[in-house]
């Protein structure tokens, strides 16, 4: 089992509708969560972060955790064509030096 | 002012080339890493290290050499290059571990001809 799972895609949204995005993972202590948009040929962008559960807004992402059922979920609302781009979901590993385990990335193409 | 700056940008090599790459910070972190991300781009972690002091050393193979000379710098060695190094390295800085996300440099684009 990978330690971060996210489907491939690709996902495809019409533009003003809502682009969901999903995230399990597998290490129960793991305690800092993150998203991050990566355009082609760029690096990553942190534009999301959350540590506890429930939902955590900025402006129209919203970022959703359940520690219960290891699932992070991240939410586009009012989808842009600027939105096209992969997104990759990051999980802290806190067991000895720390570091971002991260998932193999979503791919979202916004649809004018 | 670039956070986290990586060069070359692109590095074109033969193979069994010893190639290196440069990054830098200027966030005043405490903790750098190096990152390599496939064709499938998927990011998997390198080699960390905190204010000089490796501490990360996932299974990567010992042509691989890390080397920080203070913690704003962090280089990556590259000896006797193979066909499957091609890749994009990222560098990346946090505070404290990786508690609060990393800012990543602009990736150096290996290829391995």
């Known amino acids: 089992q990978k330690e971060v799972e996210q489907n491939s895609g690709p996902l495809s949204v019409p533009e003003g509708a809502i682009a969901s995005l999903n995230c399990t993972y597998s290490d129960r202590g793991s305690q800092s969560f993150f998203w991050y948009r990566q355009y082609s040929g760029k690096s990553p962008e942190l534009i999301m972060s959350?540590?506890?559960?429930g939902d955590k807004e900025d402006g129209r992402f919203t970022a959703q955790l359940n520690k219960a059922s290891q699932y992070v979920s991240l939410l586009i609302r009012d989808s842009q064509p600027s939105d096209s781009a992969t997104y990759l979901c990051?999980?802290?590993?806190?067991?000895?030096?720390?570091?971002?385990?991260f998932g193999q990335g979503t791919r979202l193409t916004i649809n004018p | 002012d670039t956070a986290v700056s990586q060069t070359p940008k692109y590095l074109v090599t033969q193979m069994g080339n010893d190639k290196s790459i440069k990054c830098e910070q200027n966030l005043g972190h405490d903790t750098m890493y190096w990152y390599k991300q496939d064709s499938k781009k998927f990011l998997k972690i390198m080699f960390s290290y905190n204010n000089k002091e490796l501490i990360i050393n996932e299974t990567v193979p010992n042509r691989f050499s890390p080397k920080s000379p203070d913690k704003a710098h962090l280089n990556l060695h590259i000896n006797s290059l193979e066909l499957g190094d091609s890749a994009v390295y990222f560098c990346?800085?946090?505070?404290?571990?990786?508690?609060?996300?990393?800012?990543f440099g602009s990736g150096t684009r290996l290829t391995v001809v």
């Open positions: 990051a999980v802290n590993r806190p067991q000895g030096a720390q570091k971002l385990v």
């Open positions: 990346a800085s946090s505070p404290h571990g990786g508690g609060y996300g990393y800012t």
């Open positions: 959350i540590y506890s559960n």
